[in-house]
């Protein structure tokens, strides 16, 4: 693994959305949620994804200098038209009606059309919780997901984000895909040329999978739960619950109707979906945040069955990875991840300011490439 | 299986909770959601749990008679107290707030606390969508799921319920519990004398275990998801987001702090929470049902795996087997059930209107109990 700056990571996506025409402050907004997922090890949601949201741009079928606008409007209720503006963009609008709402109503509740990929969900259901609020997120994504007793996709891997704010510091945080995994998991067990384990993904035939090249290939991730024996129906009825606020609400793409990210057509919307809601705890019993800390820490007190692993709450993993990228000033990247960037910064033109440090724990081939790499980018000082 | 009459199955539920006491709309409403479990199929929440019910009432830790309350209330939101009703009398009372509220702001959010348990929460988010909205209800329950990583239980088998209506007579059902199944079947493989799968619970040294009798025993059972390795810590997470929207929200008993409900005590209430959420799918996109409805067709449609089992909406398998029970107009009780209401039945001094049919297709050994329960019971003429 390569280590990078986080500021310079972040300073090479803004620099990259600038490069395809996007307006300062939503690449900032975009770059933002990428560098976050960097920052907390979901890896699959950050520089890897740059490319991606890039070539929207470039091919129209994102324009981020539009404007999102709200179609129609009830006390707690907004349904809004992204207009083709990247995730990002659109997130911060539909959110911001939500939390805007919560606090006069108690719950804001905003469906979204016309949108991109938005990144992490999470990043998203926290805005709210950093205003006192329970904040939630869904995305409806890329047709991934194979229905229980299916051999084809019919949904997308579609997130379900609840942050909740609890005193003493502590923040409940929940990201997951409605899938057993994500695509990204498999892509390293790839990588590493391991099996995976079943439930995570189905064959050509249908049947579960062991080989992580077939299951990339096919594309057909199973629900959360794996098969019908361990109630897989349950993670396929929670995709298709996201999707009902999202697609389903807001009129946009949805479903088996999606399609997938690597085949983006010229000037065609990818037409994307999210939902935003906000509530207002003080609108319940007093001593919502105590009881929530209280939760959290008894949950990381209990005696765990394996001492080396010891239980955590939700959204520590992610905590504990943040707290680590800040302490050390750098994210990670495969040397794979920083070739591409390198030949991005020269197909647009920028100045790579990496200097990438090689983990010194790592293997001596490694060191080399990405001393090789280093020399590449024509890496200006830091 | 013995099979009794629908009506003579809920006559005899709804004059149990009246010989303890129980108001005739509240021993009604109660035995309604009870009757709707064991016609779908879910019979771990029908005629199963009835003592219970009449246990908390004997006790105390139920007290049908009173009434709820609102304690604070916003435009889109209230805060209830139960004040130790019966659960079916709470939702009730919580959903038609929420319902209420949705068709003025387009989002209702109710927080209960002070009830008891209330059935199968699907019926309580059914209630909103036969109206047009989209529902959702939610409870805390007593302590079986075992965070990832932990050996003992924390949390409930919290469930997730959504309800959506859709067009052409379509609706989509979606009602799960938060562990990766209920206890109710570990006891039905138990009762086979059959393994379990892995992923399902947990034995005392926190390990998967495959041995109904230890899981039962044990009471530790698994998140949706299972293990780790298949993200186990998503369900984990999803109970806890059930608990943030109802023991967090409203104040009542929480996760760990609940225990189990035989270990009732007298004059305790339960203390148990539910949340009632409706949402006025009017205020999004036109076409709401016609998308619903259009994504429930082209699942079913998919080419299934095995051709002997065709993929199904989320509801399908309840409807059908509603359909089937109200075709031969019967509900089906294992002999051992129908037994402990012979029992039951002596004891409140009712008389047991049940002529309990034997299915032909079984074993000759268990029409000759049935028919011994018959004659035991001094059946009335139907």
Redesign the interface.
């Known amino acids: 693994m390569g280590k990078v700056k986080i500021n310079e990571a972040y300073r090479f996506m803004v620099d990259c959305f600038k490069a395809v025409g996007t307006p300062i402050e939503a690449a900032e907004q975009q770059a933002r949620v990428l560098i976050q997922a960097d920052k907390v090890g979901h890896s699959s949601h950050g520089l890897n994804r740059l490319e991606f949201y890039l070539k929207d741009i470039t091919i129209g079928a994102c324009v981020p200098k539009n404007k999102p606008k709200i179609?129609?409007?009830?006390?707690?209720?907004?349904?809004v038209d992204a207009n083709s503006v990247l995730g990002a963009t659109a997130s911060h609008f539909g959110m911001d009606i939500a939390i805007k709402k919560a606090k006069?109503?108690?719950?804001g509740?905003v469906?979204v059309?016309g949108s991109n990929h938005h990144g992490m969900t999470g990043w998203w259901a926290r805005k709210p919780a950093k205003q006192g609020l329970?904040g939630m997120a869904f995305s409806n994504t890329f047709t991934l997901l194979t229905?229980?007793?299916?051999?084809?996709a019919?949904l997308g891997t579609n997130p379900?984000s609840?942050v909740?704010p609890a005193s003493q510091g502590e923040t409940?945080y929940?990201d997951?895909a409605t899938t057993?995994?994500s695509l990204g998991k498999i892509e390293i067990q790839r990588r590493k040329g391991e099996p995976i384990?079943?439930?995570?993904a189905?064959g050509p035939?249908?049947?579960e999978t062991n080989d992580p090249n077939v299951a990339f290939a096919t594309g057909c991730l199973m629900p959360?739960?794996?098969g019908?024996?361990?109630?897989g129906?349950?993670?396929?009825?929670?995709s298709?619950?996201v999707?009902?606020f999202c697609?389903?609400?807001?009129?946009a793409r949805?479903?088996?109707h999606i399609g997938s990210w690597t085949h983006a057509k010229v000037g065609v919307p990818h037409n994307l979906s999210h939902c935003f809601v906000a509530?207002?705890?003080e609108?319940?019993?007093?001593?919502?945040g105590d009881?929530?800390a209280e939760?959290m820490q008894?949950?990381r007190k209990?005696?765990?069955?394996?001492p080396k692993?010891?239980?955590?709450a939700?959204g520590d993993l992610e905590k504990m990875a943040e707290t680590q990228t800040n302490i050390r000033g750098t994210v990670s990247y495969v040397p794979q991840q920083i070739a591409s960037s390198i030949a991005l910064a020269k197909r647009l033109k920028l100045i790579l300011c990496w200097k990438v440090y090689a983990n010194t724990a790592e293997l001596v081939l490694e060191t080399v490439i990405l001393y090789k790499i280093r020399i590449a980018a024509q890496c200006c000082k830091y």
């Open positions: 179609l129609k409007e009830n006390l707690s209720t907004a349904w006069e109503t108690g719950v509740w469906t059309k329970i229905p229980t007793r299916s051999k084809k019919a379900i609840v909740a409940f929940l997951i057993a995994v384990p079943s439930g995570w189905q035939d249908g049947k959360l739960g794996g019908e024996k361990t109630s129906h349950k993670g396929y009825g929670l298709a619950m999707e009902i697609g389903i609400s807001s009129g949805y479903g088996h509530i207002d705890p609108n319940f019993a007093p001593g919502f009881r929530l939760c008894h949950w209990l005696e765990p069955t394996d692993y010891p239980v955590v939700p």
